[in-house]
């Protein structure tokens, strides 16, 4: 198995100026917290979900439409935001990204019927992106940075940010515990907002990639009429010297089979991710029968030992190849979740196997979101890393549409999920061996 063509990444570190390590670790810190609340509101939606229901009097049925719908209005939203980073700059994508977090938190307060919700919560997508918008920033400031500790272990540092999406999802479960009792779902929503919009203060400070300050040079050269210049300029830096639109790109030469391997796994994957992690205490109320409250509580030790699954997978991404690791790790997943599902009787089965089920479906994430990153240039990295990222709401959208036909043909959840959320997770390991494994990239 070939590995993936060198991006600008790995070919141009030395051309570049340094970051510093202070810049660096600011934005991590900050790519992190971004991202933990982007998770908070996203999961929120789902974990509110029952309550949601029981207030607007929907059944299973319409509940399952509702989030399908969100998923599919989420996807529209998600899948611009790439091609808009590629235009704006990395920067700005993510001020916009973490913006639309509060928005989304804002109006979902507010919701007065299943339409106008479905509506809102399409700026989901915004908070969605967020993961791939960091995967973009961070991947080119790793390969630029002075700081030789970080620029070793970039994959495991990586997945210490990607690592907020469990700690959003434990955060979002004990947010609505705490909360919801009080206050209310809408009241979980409206201070959901406030530190949303702290992040998107703070990322104002940060300072835009140097790879991406290239790109703007190479745009005003054109534009100025002063093609040869901008060609020797992107000569000696070692970039692609020919102008292309970004969606283009990421379906021609070498980047074309990563573009339709890791989609395709991002589309089947979503099965269970959407049932398993954004719909984890419906699965766990309706299929398992375990009471709202507890399943809380089996979310926060499940997302806790999740985190571990980041941490874990982006340390073995880094030493055995991102393309493995991610690979094995559904698998495993699919394999444990069939088990939840089957055979565990009792609190003590379901929180073990649900936790490591976790582990193996969200950890791989740590490795994958850094591995797009490797696949394509700076004129579409963006792009790329936003195209397969948005996939997972089309995935999430068929999955919900197969559920709510099961459900409303007298299936129960547990079967659904089974055939729906196991067997998708379980398959999309396989789909992961036809991608190229990651190139190492050097400093």
């Known amino acids: 198995m070939s590995a993936v063509p060198e991006s600008d990444v790995t070919r141009v570190t030395n051309s570049f100026r340094r970051v510093g390590s202070r810049v660096t670790r ?52 998600a899948l611009a935001v790439g091609p808009i980073t590629d235009r704006i700059g990395r920067r700005k994508g993510m001020i916009l990204t973490v913006s639309g977090t509060a928005m989304a938190s804002a109006l979902s307060s507010v919701t007065p019927s299943a339409p106008y919700l479905i ?17 973009t920033y961070l991947t080119e400031i790793y390969a630029v940075t002075s700081d030789e500790k970080i620029k070793r272990r970039r994959g495991l540092i990586y997945s210490l940010v990607q690592g907020a999406f469990p700690l959003g999802v434990l955060l979002a479960s004990a947010w609505v515990a705490i909360f919801l009792p009080v206050i209310g779902w809408r009241g979980c929503f409206l201070l959901a907002v406030f530190p949303a919009v702290l992040i998107a203060l703070m990322r104002r400070g940060l300072r835009e990639s140097p790879q991406f300050e290239l790109e703007l040079q190479l745009r005003r050269l054109r ?30 030469g070498q980047a074309l089979r990563n573009t339709l391997v890791l989609g395709a796994a991002w589309f089947i994957n979503a099965a269970g991710m959407q049932l398993f992690a954004v719909l984890g205490t419906t699965v766990l109320t309706e299929g398992k029968h375990v009471s709202f409250t507890n399943s809380l509580v089996l979310l926060i030790v499940a997302n806790a030992v999740g985190y571990l699954g980041y941490v874990a997978h982006g340390f073995l991404g880094d030493r055995l190849g991102r ?28 929180v073990i196997l649900y936790s490591l089920g976790l582990f193996f479906l969200v950890g791989p994430y740590a490795a994958m979101l850094f591995y797009m990153g490797e696949c394509y240039d ?9 195209f397969l990222n948005a996939l997972s709401q089309p995935g999430a959208i ?46």
């Open 26 to 77: 600011k934005a991590t810190i900050i790519a992190f917290f971004a991202w933990l609340f982007a998770v908070f509101d996203f999961i929120m939606f789902g974990t509110l979900l029952p309550q949601i229901s029981a207030s607007f009097g929907w059944d299973n049925a319409m509940a399952s439409l509702v989030s399908t719908l969100v998923s599919a209005t989420t996807a529209v939203i």
């Open 119 to 135: 509506g809102v919560r399409s700026l989901g997508g915004l908070g969605l992106s967020e993961q791939a918008v960091n995967a």
């Open 223 to 252: 534009k100025q009429g002063r093609a040869a210049e901008a060609s020797e300029l992107a000569r000696s830096y070692g970039v692609d010297e020919r102008p292309a639109a970004p969606l283009a790109a990421i379906f021609r």
């Open 323 to 350: 393309r493995n690791v991610i690979a094995f790790g559904w698998i495993i997943s699919g394999i444990l979740f069939a088990l939840m599902l089957t055979v565990a009787n009792g609190t003590f089965a379901v």
């Open 378 to 386: 700076t004129t579409c990295r963006a792009t790329g890393t936003g």
């Open 398 to 443: 068929v999955a919900g549409s197969i559920v709510t036909a099961m459900l409303a043909s007298g299936s129960n959840w547990a079967h659904a999920t089974l055939l729906v959320g196991a067997v998708g997770t379980f398959v999309s390991g396989f789909v992961m061996f036809g991608a190229r494994k990651a190139a190492v990239l050097q400093g």
